[in-house]
């Protein structure tokens, strides 16, 4: 059975210092994989997503993420934080014959501190 | 409307009542899914419907928990009999399709709080 796991149910990082949430995943079989965010009282909101086509995949808000089929690694990173990227971070994994059904970790809550 | 809509935003309710838990996708998705945020548990997977039928419930976590949608839109998740442990907030996504790949689209969630 496919799983996620996020290394770091919470982060800090310093205004402008680079941004690094972990995810791993297993999966049998060649997964697709997401990054969603979750800002304080709203729901949760696509970051971006892997779907095969490239490795190192860019998302909104100045996040990307890159797939290492090596170390089955799916990683969110961001060069400068900003103070509005004060969220919780959650990464997810997807098979190709499961409807959609996302399989979500435990969630990585990111502080910026001024 | 403009987005996954679901009602109420809050609900409070004394052990062992039913609740009935609402969401309105975005028009046209026909995919629709069900999840449980809870301390602890961080995001589980409940249900998922493709038009009006359900072809994965393997997250319900009892037969107290039952969902159907109607006319390919609006779907309703109940908890009969509701206990402490189902105090969670409740988020339903839609998408356009059920595919592997689909980007879902999630609503505020409903805060259910069991005393």
């Known amino acids: 059975a496919q799983s996620v796991t996020q290394l770091g149910s919470h982060v800090s990082v310093s205004e402008g210092a680079l941004v690094l949430l972990r995810c791993n995943y297993s999966s049998s079989v060649p997964p697709y994989l997401f990054w969603y965010v979750q800002y304080p009282n709203q729901g949760l909101q696509l970051l971006l997503k892997y779907t095969s086509a490239a490795t190192l995949v860019k998302g909104i808000n100045g996040f990307e993420a890159e797939f290492k089929k090596s170390e089955t690694s799916f990683h969110l990173t961001k060069p400068s934080a900003h103070m509005s990227d004060a969220a919780e971070y959650f990464c997810?994994?997807?098979?190709?014959?499961?409807?959609?059904?996302?399989?979500f970790g435990q969630g990585t809550e990111l502080s910026v501190k001024p | 409307g403009a987005g996954v809509s679901q009602s109420p935003s809050n609900k409070v309710t004394e052990k062992g009542k039913d609740v009935e838990l609402r969401c309105d996708p975005i028009?046209?998705?026909?995919?629709l899914y069900w999840y449980r945020q809870s301390l602890g548990q961080g995001l589980e997977f409940l249900i998922y419907f493709q038009g009006n039928s359900a072809p994965d419930k393997s997250g319900l976590p009892s037969d107290r928990f039952s969902a159907e949608r109607t006319g390919g839109s609006v779907s309703t998740l109940t908890i009969q009999r509701t206990q402490q442990e189902d105090s969670a907030v409740y988020l339903c996504?839609?998408?356009?399709?059920?595919?592997?790949?689909?980007?879902?689209?999630f609503g505020s969630g409903t805060q259910l709080s069991v005393l």
């Open positions: 996504a839609s998408s356009p399709r059920a595919g592997s790949n689909e980007k879902l689209f």
């Open positions: 028009s046209g998705h026909t995919a």
């Open positions: 997810a994994v997807s098979l190709g014959n499961q409807g959609g059904k996302l399989i």
